[in-house]
């Protein structure tokens, strides 16, 4: 079965404060690991999709890294509109499978 | 292009009763998905659509079904609406399963 652990639950930053947050994952066959952003109220928006072990992808402040094992999104120089909920997710032999989610806060 | 659209926003069901979320995309996109999503959890799949006509249960089916007449839409039918139905529920699409990068903006329901 396909598994998908994030963490921290919850992490609060200063403004500026860079750090990283991670997604442990199991899965048969993986054919791809997904990164979301997810403001209250709405529905989940893409950000980045790794597909092999060593592959890094960036956009603005964020950039996404892979491993065999687990992905992380590094954030730096974080601002408060990076606040946010950030998913993770597989795709392996089924439909995507997704973390509980990190839940970021960024204080100016 | 509109994207995934889903309809209503917000609905407040009787226990017992029945309703129909709606949700549509204009992408042409043969993967069609449902989720639901509770306070503090990651999204659950409930049912998806691999194209017109084919349907398969996700990891929570149990109290809805779907149907897919068409590749534009993909609603979901809520049977005897529980008060553990209450929830977010996103609709999806994408081209293949490994390229999902196109949610609605949900609909909440609140079953009393």
């Known amino acids: 079965e396909d598994q998908v652990t994030q963490s921290p639950e919850a992490l609060r930053l200063q403004e500026g404060e860079s750090s990283s947050l991670n997604c442990s994952y199991t899965?048969?066959?993986?054919?791809?690991l997904f990164w979301y952003r997810q403001d209250p109220g709405k529905g989940p928006e893409f950000l980045f999709t790794?597909?092999?072990a060593g592959e890094e992808k960036e956009k603005e402040r964020l950039k996404a890294t892979l491993t065999k094992k687990e992905s992380f999104l590094h954030i730096t120089a974080p601002k408060p509109e990076d606040s946010a909920t950030y998913l993770c997710?597989?795709?392996?032999?089924?439909?995507?499978?997704f973390g509980k989610g990190t839940r970021l806060s960024v204080i100016a | 292009n509109a994207g995934v659209t889903q309809t209503p926003k917000f609905h407040i069901l009787k226990i017992g009763q029945s309703m129909t979320l709606q949700c549509t995309q204009d992408?042409?996109?043969?993967?069609m998905y449902w989720y639901r999503q509770d306070p503090g959890m990651g999204l659950k799949l409930i049912y998806y659509?691999?194209?017109?006509?084919?349907?398969d249960k996700g990891e929570v089916p149990n109290g809805y079904n779907v149907s897919r007449s068409t590749t534009e839409d993909f609603p979901l039918r809520l049977e005897l609406a529980a008060p553990s139905q209450t929830s977010v529920y996103f609709c999806?699409?994408?081209?293949?399963?490994?390229?999902?990068?196109?949610f609605g903006p949900g609909t909440r329901l609140l079953v009393l």
């Open positions: 999806a699409s994408s081209y293949t399963m490994d390229s999902l990068k196109y």
């Open positions: 899965v048969s066959g993986l054919r791809g």
């Open positions: 790794l597909y092999s």
């Open positions: 997710a597989v795709a392996g032999n089924t439909p995507l499978v």
């Open positions: 992408m042409n996109h043969n993967y």
């Open positions: 659509s691999v194209g017109a006509g084919i349907t």
